[in-house]
């Protein structure tokens, strides 16, 4: 059976720009593990015995990022699953897509990660070397796009 991990994309919304600029004042949260190879990804981690994978979700972003599920509005009808191996093993991450409330709420790094980032598209892309995980960010941004 695949490990199965769960996550939130989050990002943040800079309010002061111009409507103009609406598609381009989305900020990602990524996170530097400060293990292995320091990969960059959103919150996310395994699911433990009991949980549904949403309580996963808020659970990792709590322990990782140290944001409160209050912190954060849950956005209705975006879900992502990501598929790949780890170690010759199947792995399954589920993905939810949640805003910061207040764009300046600060981050708890825990001792798993060494570093943070909010970024914008392009450069999410570039921190998050993966081709799926990339074609997830740039399939989000177009999701936020078209409900404006
Ligand atoms: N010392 C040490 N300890 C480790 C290590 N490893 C784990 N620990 C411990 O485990 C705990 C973490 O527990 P949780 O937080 O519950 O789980 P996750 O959040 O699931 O964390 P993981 O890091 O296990 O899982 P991934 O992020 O999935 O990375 C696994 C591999 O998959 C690749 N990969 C990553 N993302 C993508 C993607 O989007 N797309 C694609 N295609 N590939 C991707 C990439 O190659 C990567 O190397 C830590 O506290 C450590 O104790 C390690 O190497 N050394």
Redesign the pocket.
């Known amino acids: 059976m695949a490990v199965r991990?769960c996550g939130l994309i989050i990002y943040r919304r800079l309010q002061s720009a111009p409507p103009s600029k609406v598609t381009d004042n989305i900020e990602y949260l990524l996170l530097q593990?400060s293990?292995?190879?320091h990969?960059w990804?959103p919150p996310?981690?395994?699911v433990d015995p009991g949980e549904d994978d949403l309580q996963t979700a808020l659970r990792?972003t709590q322990e990782e990022a140290g944001l409160q599920a209050t912190q954060l509005t849950l956005i209705e009808g975006y879900k992502k699953e990501?598929h790949?191996p780890?170690n010759g093993k199947p792995?399954t991450?589920v993905y939810w897509l949640a805003e910061m409330k207040d764009y300046n709420t600060e981050i708890k790094l825990s001792e798993?990660h060494q570093a943070f980032q909010w970024l914008k598209l392009e450069d999410a892309c570039k921190f998050?070397e993966?081709e799926?995980?990339q074609a997830t960010l740039k399939d989000v941004h177009q999701f936020l796009c078209s409900r404006k």
């Open positions: 991990a593990t293990y292995g190879t990969h990804t996310k981690g395994h990792e990501l790949y780890v792995k991450v798993e998050a993966y799926d995980m």
